[in-house]
């Protein structure tokens, strides 16, 4: 056996092995044990300093508060060139420990077609996919247009099967599964046991697909990102869907759930001194009046733009972000954001600030200021 301990991007080794974006690098150490056999280890953490108006105790004053919002360990192995694996973590709610959050293996029946197997992201949006690791402007900012990562298991994922793939050269890319479902939907208002127990109806599976095409540069994999920082020149359109029957339920009532979703990306390298970026969903989602406050239509843009040149260690890239929620109770919930990253090492290391300000009907403005930092090692 031999041990070879190389620094270089983790997740691009996982690219060549489970077909992940390479754009997607995290510093981190492979382990190789042979022709096509290696184990690779990586970390990860996310963390903020927030004020917020009338956030404090007493309702009046600001909060001023320091968050470890993410922490992670990436794992990945290759048993051979064609099964391929991946376990990774993040901290719970409570930060007293970690849970699995990726658990699954690849097998790549051709190089264009791979089934995953295990816990992973069902397909959804392109927000979900990238995640708050690898989006403009980071963080957790999906839960208000794309709800997907509170709604969709733990921070998204399920257990399950799917079919990913790939054609005309990686332009025309798909994803498949049947996924258990029984977190797809988790919202209700007592304890995941008491609503297992009054759930009502057949035991459905919640089926998933996303559909995208890439017009410029080819984004290859299934696990995405919302931005290439400059990389490439992106041109694409993806559209998504999910469907249990029985998927939505309470203690009180059951119904099915659907939601459907069509997501743009646009970067253009060479626009002036940098990178312009331009990003925009829409989403519709149905519980069969289970719950009405998670029921209605969502949409979200956002615009950005990274400058080529650095200043210091990195480069700048403002940017500016909307979203809003519509529910079919009608308090709508919109947001809108204003920052600036500072980017040092992709998304490896960067240091974001932004000014957000929350709008939910029938309540007041909530100013919002936060600096966030991201390391991956």
Do not use: C
């Amino acid at each position: 056996m031999t041990v070879e301990i190389k620094r270089k991007p983790l997740m691009a080794a996982i690219a060549a092995t489970l077909m992940l974006p390479a754009m997607l690098a995290q510093a981190g150490g492979t382990i190789t044990f042979g022709e096509d056999k290696s184990v690779s280890i990586g970390l990860g953490m996310r963390g903020s300093f927030s004020n917020v108006e009338n956030g404090a105790p007493n309702k009046t004053s600001r909060s001023n508060d320091f968050s470890l919002d993410s922490a992670r360990i990436y794992l990945s192995g290759s048993l051979n060139k064609h099964i391929k694996g991946m376990l990774n973590t993040e901290k719970d709610i409570a930060g007293q420990g970690f849970q699995a959050i990726d658990a699954n293996v690849q097998i790549a029946i051709t190089p264009e077609l791979t089934i995953w197997a295990g816990r992973f992201l069902s397909p959804s949006d392109r927000a979900n996919m990238a995640g708050p690791y690898y989006s403009l402007g980071g963080g957790y900012w999906s839960g208000i247009a794309s709800r997907y990562g509170y709604n969709g298991g733990y921070i998204g994922r399920d257990d399950g099967v799917a079919v990913v793939g790939s054609v005309m050269g990686g332009k025309l890319s798909y994803a498949v599964g049947a996924f258990e479902g029984n977190t797809a939907f988790k919202i209700a208002p007592s304890p995941a046991s008491s609503v297992t127990s009054n759930r009502t109806g057949s035991d459905g599976l919640m089926y998933a697909g996303r559909l995208q095409l890439d017009l410029w540069d080819p984004e290859p994999g299934y696990y995405g990102t919302g931005n290439y920082l400059g990389g490439k020149d992106i041109l694409a359109i993806g559209i998504a869907g999910r469907t249990q029957k029985n998927g939505a339920f309470s203690t009180t009532a059951t119904g099915d759930y659907q939601s459907y979703s069509i997501d743009f990306l646009m970067e253009k390298k060479g626009v002036g001194p940098g990178a312009l970026s331009l990003e925009a969903a829409a989403y519709d989602y149905d519980t069969s009046d289970v719950f009405l406050s998670e029921q209605g239509r969502a949409y979200s843009a956002g615009l950005g733009y990274i400058f080529n040149q650095k200043v210091g260690w990195g480069q700048f890239q403002p940017f500016v972000r909307y979203q809003k929620f519509n529910p079919d109770t009608n308090v709508d919930t919109k947001k809108y954001d204003l920052g600036v990253n500072y980017i040092i090492d992709g998304y490896n290391a960067q240091v974001g600030a932004v000014y957000s300000n929350t709008k939910v009907s029938g309540a007041s403005n909530v100013d919002a200021v936060s600096v966030a930092m991201q390391f991956q090692f």
